[in-house]
């Protein structure tokens, strides 16, 4: 048995069976049956949107012996005959292959000689844009005088590239997207005639995989039907195009809105391990915050399940709006930097660590306050970004445990800032609240403490260090652990005059 691919075997053969470009489709029955049928169409429009079938059904409709409300009967010796193919007087081309001077002077000397049967030769050049400049040139002849008995209907997805003398001479019409109601519309009736069991979910996630393509959504729904023979659900759907299952989605997306870079990068091994491809993964992956995003301003949201919904819900209260735009900024920009890149995996591995951390508050000089308090706010920049530290850093929601005061105090050392490190190693740290911490000397404030960060270095060191650590601008207080705490204020007034720059608040 000959085998015809779905989407020619459901190529729709009448106007009305066209979903989504009623604005066109209306029109051109309106010409056919006023008999006002112009001589050059030009049909603009994304792949996939039904322009070829409509030029084919136009075909047929201004030669049809006998149509039916600017329809095409399909039934006659000519409508037939076209279907078939065995029609002379219907040309197609394809400009993609057929794109020469030579291709073109040909229709230009056959369009001079009456049609054999129909009432109209028609030719059908699709990817018209991809003609070369004489190809347009001798086209162009043509369309400027054409003979009664010929049509000319061309179809192309840029219309930007082709001449404004050729545009000028053709009717347009602009082939919308088709929406995914439709989509999933006409993929049901394909479904009922063609015995294939999917379901609703399914035929949704086809609609907005193809992205308003009939064709592409005929096509997908064809591999799923050839791959089985149950019922089609979303997860063969996603498994056939490559789409890594939402699991592996929500748990990177959940990974970055914690700022837990090692369950980020366990969810991208799994991703590598289950072989599908990173890059429809991050695509997937933006779509998915974008979803979030659109779900903590509407409370509303199509194609999930209740419980995917759920957890959509648990992940949009973790984060500002803002925070989530910010994270489909960066993850766009790291979709075009691994893009044509050949060390994807690590470029991507990299970029999701970078999302993880929280976004930093840069540094700049902290001002000094002068009076009864030292209290000093380091005002961030505006046009600058701190660059990210290399090397692992605890984050922002865990520093206030004590061993993470101690990590910074180690990552002092590690870059280099012996003296700093050195008055600071037997410090802990009280975190008061969100913007001040006290650093506490349990073995006493002594003045070499003092004169290490009275040091306008170091104590840009230690402000940048914390900042890293926490993405926010901290104020600091000093405290001598040995000495009692009603006396602390005596103590901070001491740094009174001396020029002390850290920040300090009593
Ligand atoms: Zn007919």
Avoid at 190 to 211: G, P, R
Avoid at 212 to 223: F, H, T, V
Avoid at 387 to 415: C, G, H
Wanted: glycine share 4%; with cysteine.
């Amino acid at each position: 048995m000959a085998y015809t691919a779905l989407y020619r075997k459901f190529r729709p053969l009448k106007f009305e069976d066209m979903v989504g470009q009623e604005h066109i489709t209306k029109t051109l029955k309106n010409q056919i049956m006023a008999e006002r049928v112009g001589h050059a169409y030009l049909f603009n429009g994304g792949r996939g949107t039904g322009k070829t079938t409509t030029a084919k059904i136009l075909a047929r409709a201004v030669n049809c012996l006998n149509p039916q409300n600017g329809e095409p009967c399909n039934e006659c010796e000519i409508c037939k005959e076209i279907l078939s193919g065995s029609l002379t007087d219907v040309v197609e081309m394809d400009a993609a292959s057929n794109n020469s001077v030579d291709d073109i002077r040909a229709i230009r000397d056959e369009v001079n000689f009456l049609p054999t049967k129909a009432k109209y030769r028609v030719y059908i050049i699709d990817e018209v844009h991809m003609l070369s400049t004489g190809a347009f040139n001798a086209l162009l002849k043509t369309l400027e005088e054409p003979p009664e008995h010929v049509k000319f209907i061309l179809a192309t997805t840029e219309p930007q590239k082709l001449p404004a003398t050729i545009l000028s001479r053709c009717q347009r019409f602009d082939y919308k997207k088709i929406n995914d109601e439709n989509v999933v519309k006409r993929l049901k009736i394909i479904c009922a005639e063609s015995n294939i069991k999917i379901t609703d979910e399914a035929l949704k996630t086809i609609a907005v995989l193809s992205e308003g393509a009939m064709r592409d959504a005929i096509s997908i729904l064809e591999r799923c039907g050839q791959e089985s023979a149950d019922e089609i659900t979303v997860d063969l759907v996603k498994d056939l195009v490559g789409l890594p299952s939402l699991q592996y989605v929500h748990k990177v997306a959940k990974a970055i809105l914690e700022n837990d870079e090692m369950v980020a990068l366990q969810a991208i091994d799994d991703v590598i391990n289950d072989g599908k491809d990173l890059y429809n993964y991050l695509w997937e992956v933006i779509k998915y915050v974008k979803d979030i995003l659109v779900y903590k301003s509407t409370q509303k949201l199509n194609l999930y399940s209740a419980d995917e919904l759920k957890a959509i819900q648990d992940l949009a209260e973790k984060a500002e709006k803002t925070r989530l735009l910010e994270i489909i900024y960066q993850l766009s920009e790291l979709e075009n930097r691994i893009k044509n890149s050949t060390q994807k995996t690590i470029l991507f591995q990299a970029g999701i660590l970078k999302i993880c951390m929280k976004p930093i508050i840069p540094m700049a000089q902290p001002q000094i306050v002068k009076g009864q308090q030292n209290i000093v706010q380091p005002q961030p920049r505006r046009d600058t970004v701190s660059p990210v530290p290399e090397q692992k850093r605890p984050t922002a929601q865990n520093v206030q445990k004590t061993e993470d005061w101690q990590q910074i105090v180690e990552n002092l050392k590690k870059s280099g800032k012996i003296r700093l490190y050195t008055c600071l190693v037997n410090t802990t740290v009280d975190k008061l609240n969100d913007q001040t911490w006290e650093v506490v000397f349990t073995n006493g404030l002594t003045d070499f403490n003092k004169r290490i960060l009275e040091e306008v270095n170091n104590r840009n060191d230690l402000i940048k260090a914390i900042a890293m650590a926490t993405g926010k601008e901290i104020n600091i207080r000093l405290r001598d652990g040995k000495a009692k705490k009603a006396e602390s204020t005596t103590q901070t007034s001491a740094f009174d005059g001396l020029g002390i720059d850290i920040n300090i608040i009593d």
